[in-house]
């Protein structure tokens, strides 16, 4: 899994110019510069897929991304990933200066940076990179990315928004077929098998997670998939996502095998009315948190506000889950172009949870829906 990504399938969108990675880096080495920060430093992972295209394999053999205001990329790598580095679409803005094994990496890191400046570093760099970097320069301070610069990827542009919204399209779709399979008798981990193959069918090169959560389970929200065989009775929150074309996709639905009750339909139907009051208050200006506060007012007016027991959202993208966060005390503002997760949920221990997520992304006067399945209690089979 080294080297550049796969070329897109047949049908799928354009791949990003090294012109639209030149663009990334010198705006994230703006944004950088803008917030007092002398650079920023890359790790393999998604903030170096986003500036570069280039998808290395983790290791102890140090990559690293330096990135300054004004001054050209450098991406320090191992010799013999070199190569592949230099395959990378974003690679014709970069200066390799690539390193042996038995040199010091940190020593050529450690040359670029100024010794006693302050780094954002990505907020999944290795500790063992991060501290090597350390005591060569123990006066340097470093920053978690995210900290440093939390909005850096949340803007998404309109080739961008094709891919997510393409993603959303095809874990809708998952879900139209998902509908048709028995729930009945078969354990947690059979249907989420189930979800795992229809993403995959439908155009995902990546499965981040399948949440199927039965019954008393589903009142975990984080509940995977299990050994547990679903029942007639059972209501199953669904909550599955990954990645096509390198965007992301997540979306719940709640389904109840046979005929719910009246309580199961009153707190399914409170959820659908919190969503759909979160998804109103997206619009440009608002805060991240009245987005949260919309949905949960709902849900509190009802009697069930401590059954509500996490955030409304998080921004998606070449991650499932980024900034921008939909929480109390995030007053960052809402920006035409952002994506992220309205997602409330109720969740009653020892009995049942309903949670109901789309992604929604900023327009210029309110918000679009990337999934558009039914929100309505499906029953299933
Ligand atoms: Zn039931
Ligand atoms: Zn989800
Ligand atoms: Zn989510």
Redesign the pocket.
């Known amino acids: 899994m080294t080297g550049t990504p796969a070329p897109p399938a047949p049908g799928g969108p354009a791949p990003f110019t090294a012109d639209d990675y030149t663009a990334r880096m010198r705006r994230a080495a703006e944004a950088a510069d803008a917030a007092g920060l002398a650079g920023l430093l890359i790790a393999p992972g998604p903030d170096l897929v986003w500036l570069t295209g280039y998808r290395p394999v983790e290791t102890e053999r140090l990559t690293l991304l330096v990135l300054r205001a004004g001054q050209d990329p450098v991406l320090v790598v191992p010799a013999l990933e070199a190569p592949d580095a230099a395959g990378a679409a974003g690679a014709p803005a970069l200066t390799l200066r690539d390193w042996t094994d038995g040199q010091d990496p940190y020593g050529a890191a450690a040359a670029l940076l100024r010794p006693a400046g302050r780094y954002g570093i990505s907020d999944n760099a290795w500790a063992l990179h991060l501290l090597a970097l350390r005591e060569r320069l123990p006066d340097t301070g470093h920053l978690a990315l995210t900290r440093a610069l939390p909005m850096l990827r949340a803007v998404k542009d309109s080739a961008e928004l094709d891919r997510l919204a393409a993603a959303g399209a095809a874990a809708d779709t998952a879900y139209e077929e998902i509908r048709k399979v028995r729930f009945e008798g078969r354990r947690e981990r059979e249907v989420a098998a189930d979800l795992d193959g229809l993403l995959r069918r439908f155009g995902h090169s990546q499965v981040d997670?399948t949440?199927v959560a039965s019954g008393p389970n589903g009142a975990n929200p984080h509940h995977e998939a299990g050994e547990r065989a679903i029942g007639r009775g059972d209501m199953v929150v669904l909550?599955?996502?990954g990645l096509k074309h390198g965007y992301g996709s997540?979306?719940?639905r709640t389904v109840h095998v046979g005929e719910p009750t009246d309580e199961e339909r009153t707190v399914h139907e409170l959820v659908r009315a919190a969503q759909e009051e979160g998804f109103r208050a997206v619009r440009p200006g608002a805060a991240c948190q009245d987005v949260d506060r919309a949905a949960r007012a709902v849900i509190a007016e009802a009697g069930y506000g401590e059954y509500f027991i996490h955030r409304t959202g998080h921004g998606i993208g070449v991650t499932?889950h980024e900034p921008p966060y939909m929480i109390e005390g995030e007053e960052q503002p809402l920006v035409p172009g952002m994506c992220f997760?309205v997602?409330p949920g109720v969740y009653l221990p020892g009995r049942f949870g309903v949670?109901i997520?789309d992604i929604v992304t900023v327009t210029e006067d309110g918000g679009r829906r990337l999934n558009n399945t039914s929100r309505e209690l499906a029953v299933v089979g």
């Open positions: 997670f949440i909550d599955f996502g997540d979306t719940s499932t997760s997602e949670r997520e």
